[in-house]
Nanobody, 114 residues
């Protein structure tokens, strides 16, 4: 069992920035692929970004060049730096841990609006 706790969501104006954090309760954190997903109102949950244990990353086309995923294995934490935010980035953002099964955090709301 892995517990994931997200933080850092909120309300931001278009063009602004936010950094999401996700703390994981696993001693194997450094070996785990971590991810961020999002789900907008009335939409399916979609991949935002993944980072592997070796630091390789993948991004959804819609966020490339604006979002950056990173990890701090000493703190068991994965981050999502979001810049140049757009109204269409508005969603609940979920952290994920991939250890055979996929574990999910409770989600944090990001709202981009003027």
């Amino acid at each position: 069992q892995v517990l994931l706790v997200e933080s850092g969501g909120g309300l931001v104006q278009p063009g602004g920035s936010l950094r999401l954090s996700c703390a994981a309760s696993t001693t194997s954190f450094s070996l785990v692929t971590m991810g961020w997903y999002r789900q907008g109102a009335g939409k399916q949950r979609e991949l935002v970004a993944h980072i592997t244990s070796s630091g390789s990353t993948i991004y959804a086309d819609s966020v490339k060049g604006r979002f950056t995923i990173s990890r701090d294995n000493a703190k068991n934490t994965v981050y999502l730096q979001m810049n140049s935010l757009k109204p269409e980035d508005t969603a609940v953002y979920y952290c994920s841990a991939h250890l055979g099964s996929v574990y999910w955090g409770q989600g944090t709301q990001v709202t981009v609006s003027s």
